[in-house]
């Protein structure tokens, strides 16, 4: 029985793990994305006179 | 099992006249009253017979692991594995990689790279054939299963488990399949060397995409079953039952082309009583 | 002891709820942060004439 509740806990545990594992995954992907737009941001809008670039 | 020849053939009949499968359906009651599941017999009995529909989803999410074998745990599973889905899901639409018009199997597609760490740096990278694979298996997981979130989380694990399970496999079904060929009928497969079409079979749409699109719906669901139960080695079965079944057709083909094109396009013209009873 | 390790399960599953909790208000900052820098890039370089805006 104890057993049975060990394995029980673990199933659930797994499950908020990957949960958790994607989220991370999540931010990694969100962050790269954010540089990137950066980057396309300064060469669209140059920073030194970003107010004449529209 | 006791070898009653009064009930086999009572069983023999019902398959002949539709019941097929009674018997199989209150025994897997039984094993689906076990809590918590057993795994390992709900594998076995998948791999004897095919899975009733009524409760093929939910054996197949067990035997993948999308679903714990405690029923307690179920439904806080079902919420992780829900969550999981929206995070990717709105993660995706924010970088523009989802957009309201996006396919739904691109949407699952998108999903599992984010998750597998194979997002491409732009949504219009061309696909890698290990995404039109997936596409493939997404496609018919689709017309399989309602629900979005099962289905994805369907199509995500058959995929792992296949490529972590049979990946060392695939590369010798071809060999494997001549094999049991030459037991089965050595005319059809000298035919098929003499011609050069031994190497030109669509053994990517057989034992990649496991006949998705290629076999109708429920022929389909029983292949799965066996996969997703523990043995590829049903793939080599099936592939050798359409040689055999289109043997006549193919032995008056003599180009590689032909034969190649023919059985690439077995699905869509012949939906031949003969795969459906295998 | 049974108690003892139902306890210990439902505790760690609150430490994994915690770190999924935490990934998460991550990635909507991460999240915000991108949708303004599509709004920025967007009024940078008009996506009707990209090329035109520099």
Not at chain 2, 94 to 122: A, C, H, K, N
């Amino acid at each position: 029985y104890l057993e049975n509740v060990k394995n029980m806990a673990s199933g659930e545990l797994q499950a908020a793990e990957s949960r958790y594992e994607t989220q991370k995954g999540i931010t990694r992907t969100l962050q790269c994305e954010i540089l990137e737009l950066y980057s396309k941001l300064e060469r669209a809008a140059p920073p030194e006179k970003p107010a004449t670039a529209e | 099992m006791a070898e009653d020849p009064q009930r086999n053939f009572r069983s023999h009949y019902y398959e002949k006249v539709g019941f097929r499968g009674v018997e199989e359906k209150k025994s897997l009651e039984i094993l689906l009253k076990d809590d918590p599941l057993d795994v390992e017999k709900l594998c076995t009995f998948a791999q004897r017979y095919p899975l009733p529909s009524m409760y093929r989803l939910l054996v197949w999410k067990v035997l993948l692991g999308i679903l714990p074998p405690h029923y307690e745990s179920h439904s806080t599973v079902a919420t992780f594995r829900k969550e999981q889905y929206q995070d990717l899901l709105q993660a995706l639409q924010v970088i523009r990689f989802v957009q309201d018009s996006t396919p739904q199997v691109w949407v699952y597609l998108r999903m599992y790279q984010l998750e597998s760490g194979t997002l491409p740096r732009r949504p219009s990278h061309s696909l890698e054939p290990e995404d039109v694979v997936f596409i493939a298996i997404a496609e018919a997981m689709e017309e399989m299963v309602e629900n979005d979130v099962d289905a994805y989380w369907l199509v995500k694990c058959f995929v792992n488990q296949f490529n972590n399970k049979y990946g060392d496999s695939v590369p010798h079904l071809p060999k494997s399949l001549e094999h049991y060929l030459n037991l089965e009928d050595s005319k059809l497969l000298i035919h098929l060397k003499t011609s050069l079409a031994m190497s030109k079979l669509p053994y990517d749409l057989w034992f990649m995409h496991c006949f998705a699109g290629c076999l109708p719906e429920t022929s389909v669901q029983r292949v799965w079953d066996k996969i997703i139960s523990g043995s590829c080695k049903i793939l080599v079965f099936v592939a050798l039952e359409i040689l055999l079944t289109f043997k006549m057709k193919l032995m008056a083909m003599n180009k590689a082309e032909n034969i190649a094109q023919f059985l690439q396009n077995v699905s869509v013209t012949h939906h031949n009583a003969a795969l459906l009873c295998w």
